[in-house]
């Protein structure tokens, strides 16, 4: 499973890079980008969490 954050959505609120900083962080355009790795077992439950709280559904979990 991987994270999607679309880049054209996101409002670069922060919300899912405090929710999930493993998974989530900021890019050079001061929005959030997923890892390109697969998320590990142990992280998918904060992925989600993180893909949750985005006030604006900008994040896909595939």
Do not use: F, T
Request: with cysteine; hydrophobic share 35%; glycine share 4%.
């Amino acid at each position: 499973m991987k994270a999607i954050v679309d880049q054209d959505v996101c409002i670069g609120c922060g919300a899912c890079i405090a929710e999930c900083p493993e998974i989530y962080h900021w890019n050079s355009d001061e929005k959030s980008e997923a890892s390109d790795q697969e998320i590990p077992e142990d992280r998918i439950d904060q992925a989600k969490a993180g893909r949750d709280v985005c006030p604006v559904d900008a994040i896909d979990l595939k």
